[in-house]
């Protein structure tokens, strides 16, 4: 069975752009949910999608944003990226919300 | 609210020594309990769960049980291995509700 998948991998960005992440699900989970990891904060909870709709969001600016499609894959964007946006997004996916979490391997975003 | 509490790292431990990683919590309702393992350039992989209070989870050698009383989901090894290396994320989550992680512990395990 596929594990959670997420492109791209890596990227560099630089201040003011924005950047879409995707993350493709395990099979059969209708649950997404998308962290920012950082050094000095640790795992941050950005938003939890279910059957194409936003059920929990975290405390971050309307920068960030994101989506669900009805195959259940998601992606994140982050308008006008700042410096402080650099740090490794990871998307988990869970077969019912707030099920156990499956996550992908992480797309690691650096902006200069 | 909900939170999660754990023990401050970096943890530096000989080969085949005890290991302990503290965390407690706080919820509003019955949550349930996780460990998450963090190997490096990896994203992070369940190690155990506790669903209810007094339930032991348990793999690959680590334990913690879910205390109630103490508002406590402590992980322990009694033998650590090099492989072990990892960064450690207690974690609740609540049914319908999102999953709240502690800062995670850095473990290196040295030969």
């Known amino acids: 069975k596929a594990g959670v998948t997420q492109t791209p991998r890596y990227l560099i960005k630089t201040r003011g752009q924005q950047v879409t992440l995707s993350c493709s699900p395990i099979s059969g989970h209708r649950s997404v949910s998308w962290y920012q990891q950082t050094p000095g904060q640790g795992l941050q909870f950005l938003f939890e999608?279910?059957?194409?709709?936003?059920?929990n969001k975290g405390n971050f600016p309307g920068r960030f944003s994101g989506r669900q499609f009805s195959n259940s894959r998601s992606e994140m964007n982050v308008s006008t990226l700042e410096l402080g946006d650099s740090a490794l997004y990871l998307c988990?996916?869970?077969?019912?919300?707030?099920?156990?979490?499956?996550f992908g391997e992480g797309s690691r975003l650096t902006v200069l | 609210g909900n939170s999660v509490t754990q023990m401050e790292g970096p943890v530096t431990l000989s080969e085949e020594a005890f290991l302990t990683i503290n965390c407690t919590y706080t919820a509003t309702g019955y949550p349930s309990l996780f460990w998450y393992v963090q190997y490096p350039g990896e994203g992070l992989q369940l190690l155990l769960k506790a669903t209810k209070a007094d339930d032991k989870g348990s793999n690959k050698g680590f334990e913690a049980t879910y205390r109630k009383e103490t508002t406590s989901f402590h992980l322990e090894k009694g033998s650590v291995q090099v492989s072990d290396s990892a960064v450690y994320f207690c974690a609740l989550s609540e049914l319908g509700n999102q999953f709240y992680f502690g800062t995670g512990t850095s473990l290196t395990v040295i030969p």
């Open positions: 999608y279910f059957s194409e709709t936003q059920r």
């Open positions: 988990a996916s869970s077969l019912e919300v707030a099920g156990e979490l499956f």
